[in-house]
């Protein structure tokens, strides 16, 4: 048989069985080049003879130092790598935003600002809606831009009397959460005005003294049913139909300060006419000729409830006025403050007339040197006590000045600014 059609199994040189695979390795590194180009030519040269006679990969050699490797065989050493220490306490990216905002909610308003800054996180936490429930911006002139931010916080108690407010641009028109609101004496424009009143659905307590207004903020304050306490003192620029409106949409009101308002007898038409039968305080100064007797009349018959009135400055009432108020028999607080046609002779028996009275405000009706017969007369009734209504006011006179001038209606704000 010819050399080339042998068999690749019977080749004594190139069997797997053979004596090439007793060989030892030092044995086959010592063959001649020649012999390895031998077996390679013949076809069919299986795999692992190929890599039995293939040289060995050559290791590249590290010149080191250190005595591991002084030696002829080369030693790789490998260090142990340093495990971290471990910080004490826990990272501030892995607290929960519950705790979070939770810590945040100790911050006071200047504190919180800054930490909204600190990242974005922490500006969405910082501006969380629990966290703005009440805010008091009292002392802040320029509110323009403060106020629309704090608007869209979700704030439901919001302080800011004597204010300058800018010009609102609010795009939102969801319905605003406030719940009380005190813009007292703030210079703002009726358009900015509506833009926050008209966005109230829930409004307990407001407070608007001194603004202002027109029918369509008064029309507004309609679909608030739930108002309890509405002081419109020294308010101006809403009609009478618009008045009574909203006095008998508004049917919970408990106290109502509606005093030194631009009135007509239209208006105090439509107060006396249209008032909650619930109402208990009721301020109605400053209406020097167009409150009449009438007006009483229809009042008391209509609100049986009241304790604290005022009806200062209503020149036109007479002491013919007194068995009329008698029909109240809760009434605690009666100020008939410079209505002078009230002669002092009816406000010697006040025991038979008004026995529950406990408070009588008549400031320039009677001269301070009558004052102590009057209180022997009646020793259970306090005169000239107050000469400022607290009726529906978010701060009373009395507390101006003081710790608590920063309350509102008998609560402080949380969040409050230091000027």
């Not at 109240?328 to 046609?341: F, G």
Request: charged residues 20%; aromatic residues 4%.
């Amino acid at each position: 048989m010819p050399k080339r059609s042998m068999p690749l199994q019977d080749r004594p040189c190139l069997s797997l069985q053979g004596p090439l695979s007793s060989q030892s390795k030092g044995t086959i590194k010592r063959k001649s080049r020649g012999s390895l180009s031998e077996g390679l030519d013949i076809e069919c040269t299986p795999t692992e003879l190929i890599q039995q006679w293939s040289p060995g990969h050559k290791h590249q050699c590290i010149n080191s130092k250190g005595k591991e490797n002084c030696g002829e065989q080369f030693v790789l050493f490998k260090r142990s790598r340093r495990r971290k220490e471990s910080v004490s306490g826990i990272s501030w990216d892995h607290l929960p935003d519950e705790l979070l905002l939770r810590i945040l909610f100790c911050l006071p308003l200047q504190d919180l600002l800054r930490a909204s800054v600190v990242c974005k996180r922490w500006h969405r936490l910082a501006f969380d809606e629990s966290l703005w429930h009440s805010v008091d911006l009292g002392g802040l002139t320029h509110m323009g831009s403060a106020l629309q931010q704090v608007l869209t916080t979700g704030v439901r108690r919001l302080r800011c009397p004597r204010a300058f407010i800018e010009k609102l641009h609010i795009t939102d028109t969801s319905t605003l959460p406030m719940v009380q609101m005190d813009l007292s004496s703030s210079i703002v424009s009726t358009s900015a005005l509506e833009v926050i009143v008209c966005r109230c659905r829930l409004l307990e307590c407001l407070s608007l003294e001194g603004l202002q207004l027109s029918d369509t903020i008064v029309s507004a304050l309609a679909q608030n049913p739930s108002l309890l306490q509405l002081n419109l003192s020294g308010c101006s620029g809403f009609s009478a139909a618009a008045l009574g409106h909203m006095l008998k949409s508004c049917s919970r009101i408990d106290q109502l300060n509606i005093s030194w308002c631009s009135f007509d007898n239209d208006h105090v038409k439509s107060v006396v006419g249209n008032v909650s039968s619930s109402v208990t305080q009721l301020n109605l100064g400053g209406y020097r000729e167009s409150l009449g007797l009438d007006d009483v009349k229809v009042l008391v018959e209509r609100c049986p409830s009241i304790t604290t009135l005022d009806l200062s400055d209503s020149t036109q009432l007479m002491a013919d006025c007194f068995p009329v108020l008698s029909q109240l028999k809760h009434l605690v607080h009666l100020s008939l403050s410079r209505c002078y046609h009230i002669h002092l002779a009816a406000l010697t028996d006040l025991k038979k007339t008004l026995p529950k009275l406990h408070m009588l405000d008549v400031f320039g009706l009677v001269h301070d040197s009558h004052l102590p017969t009057m209180k022997k007369e009646s020793p259970l009734v306090s005169f000239n006590s107050k000469p400022f209504s607290s009726v529906a006011r978010p701060t009373p006179a009395s507390l101006i000045g003081c710790s608590s001038e920063g309350t509102m209606w008998n609560r402080k704000c949380r969040l409050r600014l230091k000027v």
